[in-house]
Structures are given as structure tokens and as C-alpha cells.
């Protein structure tokens, strides 16, 4: 079997129904993986994009939403992907902004992968955890405090829970994404100026596809990386680089 083969794998995929985790989904998909597609909006679109898919709802509204998930199905891959941003200069930057964000992109992840690493552990099984950072995991951003501080969280805990388990038979790493079209970044490319600074920084020459993405996470999901631990990739067309 191919390296890169998810054959026999049952991949989890939250905020599947759009963006970066539609396409991480279909990309699963298409490496061999039955795919559970998690979302709080209707992931039907996504589960018709790939052979062997099933919906599964799940709002991040209750950042412990996901911990009761893995007790009644077997799931190899955890893809921590759902994630929200909100925008605000930091002198007037509010605490429903900064708790909605915490709590959607680091405290759900968290909680999430605990009870994923658990159900993995007493079962005896192998397992691979796919968390999506961000390069706010590495820069500081503007006017986006509490998505920069929760990003900075989820490339620590990529680090810790890679310390933790990596001996116990789960592969923990993160994939930093640049910048790319999505409804994440809607507000960035209807800014001519900023889309303008941004497109002149990136060495690639143009914004990142969802798709780009997709691939590294089976990547990092297959027995191809099996010695990859901790890692924070950066799929950026080069803008860590410059
Ligand atoms: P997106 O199109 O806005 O997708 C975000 C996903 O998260 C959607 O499926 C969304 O569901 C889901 N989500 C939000 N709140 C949720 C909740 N309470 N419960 C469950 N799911 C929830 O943006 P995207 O760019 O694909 O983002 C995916 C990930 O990539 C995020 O973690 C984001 O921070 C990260 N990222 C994106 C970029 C970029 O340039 N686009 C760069 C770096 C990192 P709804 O559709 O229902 O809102």
C-alpha cells in the first residue's frame, strides 16, 4: 500500500462544510479514507464530494461539544480545523470577541483531541491529529488580538501533545496555512490595499487555494510522515520565507 494511503482510515473533520475543512475532507476522501464530515452548518455538500462520507453535527457554541464524540464511533484522524476570527483594534477589542475565539479555536480543539487521544489510548489504537494553526502562529497580525493569541495556543499545544503521546502511538502536528480564499479572508481581499500588500509579500504570486492545504493534511495523516512529531508546517507560497 501507498505511503501515502489513508485505506481503512476513518478521518474526523470539523467545520467541514466549507473553506479549508471542505476541501481537507475531499481530499481525505480521495486518499482512501471514510470521512466524517463535522460541522454546525449542513456539511451535505461536502459528504456528496466524497465516496464514503457521513454528516455529524457539532457547534463549537459549547467549546465541550466535541468530547463525547468519540465514544460511540472508531475514528483514526482528528482534524482540528474549525476555527473563527474577529476583527477589532485592540484598544476597543471586546470580551465576547475574545472568548468567542478562545473558545472555538483553542479550548474546543483541546478538549476535543483530549477525548480523541483517550478513546484512541484505551482502545490500543494508533492515531494522527491534524490541527490547522495559522502563520499568526508565528506573527503578530493587526487588529486581531484574540485569533493571534488562540493561533499561538494551537502551535503550544501541537508541541505538548506531541510530547505526550508521540511514544503512545498518536502523531500530533499542525499545519500553518497563508493566506487563502475563504470566507476567513473575504474581508482582507475586499480591502484593495490590503489585498494589494498582502499579494505583493507572497513569493508565489497569488493568494492560497483551499486545496493547497488538503494535501498536506493527508500528508500528515498518512504512514508517509509517521516520524513527523510536533510540527508546525507553514503551506504559505513562501511568506514566512521573504
Ligand atoms: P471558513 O471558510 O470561515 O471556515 C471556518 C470553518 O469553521 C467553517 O466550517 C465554520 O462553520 C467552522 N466553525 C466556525 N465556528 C464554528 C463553531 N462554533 N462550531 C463548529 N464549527 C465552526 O474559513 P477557513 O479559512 O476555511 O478556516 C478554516 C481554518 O483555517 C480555521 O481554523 C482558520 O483559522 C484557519 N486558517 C485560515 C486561513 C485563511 O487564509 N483562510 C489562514 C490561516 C488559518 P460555518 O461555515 O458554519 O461558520
Not at 460541522?39 to 467549546?63: H, K, N, Q, W, Y
Not at 474577529?86 to 477525548?115: P, Y
Not at 495559522?134 to 503578530?140: E, M, T
Request: hydrophobic residues 45%; charged residues 20%.
Amino acid at each position: 500500500m501507498s505511503a501515502f494511503s489513508l485505506d481503512g482510515k476513518t478521518a474526523l473533520v470539523t467545520g467541514a462544510n466549507t473553506g479549508i475543512g471542505q476541501a481537507i475532507a475531499v481530499a481525505m476522501g480521495r486518499a482512501g479514507a471514510h470521512v466524517i464530515c463535522a460541522g454546525r452548518s449542513s456539511c451535505a455538500e461536502t459528504v456528496g464530494l466524497i465516496a464514503s462520507a457521513e454528516e455529524l453535527a457539532l457547534d463549537f457554541a459549547d467549546p465541550m461539544a466535541g468530547t463525547g464524540i468519540f465514544t460511540d464511533r472508531t475514528v483514526d484522524i482528528l482534524v482540528n480545523n474549525a476555527g473563527i476570527i474577529r476583527r477589532d483594534d485592540s484598544t476597543d477589542f471586546s470580551e465576547d470577541d475574545w472568548d468567542a475565539v478562545m473558545d472555538v479555536n483553542l479550548k474546543a480543539l483541546f478538549f476535543t483531541s483530549q477525548a480523541f487521544a483517550k478513546a484512541a489510548l484505551a482502545a490500543g489504537r494508533e492515531g494522527r491529529i491534524v490541527n490547522i494553526a495559522s502563520l499568526l502562529s508565528f506573527q503578530g497580525g493587526i487588529r486581531v488580538p484574540s485569533y493571534t493569541a488562540s493561533k499561538h495556543g494551537v502551535a503550544g499545544l501541537t508541541k505538548i501533545l506531541a510530547n505526550e503521546w508521540a511514544a503512545r502511538g498518536i502523531g500530533v502536528n499542525a499545519i500553518a496555512p497563508g493566506y487563502i480564499e475563504t470566507n476567513n479572508t473575504e474581508a482582507l481581499r475586499a480591502d484593495p490595499e490590503r489585498n494589494k500588500a498582502i499579494l505583493d509579500r507572497i513569493p508565489a504570486g497569488r493568494w492560497g487555494q483551499a486545496d493547497d492545504i488538503a494535501e498536506t493534511a493527508v500528508f500528515l495523516s498518512a504512514p508517509a510522515s509517521k516520524y513527523i512529531h510536533g510540527a508546525v508546517l507553514n503551506v504559505d507560497g513562501g511568506w514566512l520565507a521573504r
